[in-house]
């Protein structure tokens, strides 16, 4: 079983839409988590750190569930700039500092 | 700030060569970077984790003899692909990790091998 597991998509959505990624992973030791965009053929960029009690920026939205070890995002009013690939990624004591990326979810946003 | 430099942002060798490739933290220091491979449509996958003067950790399955990393300062790291061959064309990414901060890491724009 992978340790951090997505839904790989692609997701196709109009302008405007809202859509939400799922992310679980397995370790339960998992300590920080994150969600980072990649666009293609680009390096990732950290779209922003998932906190237990759920956190927003702006359009975003993040949540944590510790009990059934999933994390989800939220985007609200798509853009089509928001068309890229998500990826869940989690950090873990056992994995010292390094980050465990899941494959990604690709998102479509169209006019 | 915090900016990740790679180079070269792309490069094409024969089989057999070697290629060099050097992550750099521009405006911090860095005393862990981290090399990544990612092959098209699959995740990042861990390949070592490099600490400034010492030796590099590699992950299960990473060859250390023929993915060399040095990383003789707080800014550099460098990963040697040895006797390329055209299974390690692929997207090679560095990553580097503030002192100052905990898990947040920042990425350098990549290197694209590709081995004929």
């Known amino acids: 079983r992978k340790e951090v597991e997505q839904d790989p998509g692609p997701f196709n959505v109009p302008e405007g839409a809202t859509v939400a990624f799922n992310c679980t992973y397995s370790?339960?030791?998992?300590?920080?988590f994150f969600w980072y965009r990649q666009d293609c053929r680009k390096e990732p960029k950290l779209l922003m750190s998932?906190?237990?009690s759920g956190n927003e920026d702006g359009r975003f939205t993040a949540q944590l569930n510790r009990a059934s070890q999933y994390i989800s995002l939220l985007i609200r009013d798509s853009k089509l700039s928001d068309s890229a690939t998500y990826l869940c990624?989690?950090?873990?004591?056992?994995?010292?500092?390094?980050?465990?990326f899941g494959k990604g979810t690709t998102l479509s946003v169209s006019s | 700030g915090a900016v990740v430099s790679q180079h070269p942002s792309w490069v094409i060798c024969k089989s057999g060569t070697s290629v060099k490739i050097e992550c750099r933290s521009l405006?911090?220091?860095?005393?862990?970077m981290f090399w990544y491979r990612q092959f098209p449509k699959q995740s990042l996958m861990l390949m070592a984790t490099?600490?400034?003067?010492?030796?590099?950790?590699?992950e299960q399955g990473v060859e250390k003899d023929k993915f060399l990393i040095n990383h003789a300062s707080l800014t550099l790291s460098t990963l040697t692909v040895t006797s390329a061959h055209p299974e390690d064309s692929s997207f090679y990414i560095c990553s580097a990790r503030d002192r100052a901060e905990t898990y947040e890491q920042y990425f350098g724009p990549g290197t694209r091998l590709t081995v004929t």
């Open positions: 370790n339960s030791a998992s300590q920080s």
């Open positions: 998932v906190y237990s």
């Open positions: 990624v989690v950090n873990h004591r056992q994995a010292g500092t390094a980050l465990i």
């Open positions: 490099s600490n400034e003067g010492s030796k590099a950790t590699y």
């Open positions: 405006d911090f220091q860095a005393t862990t």
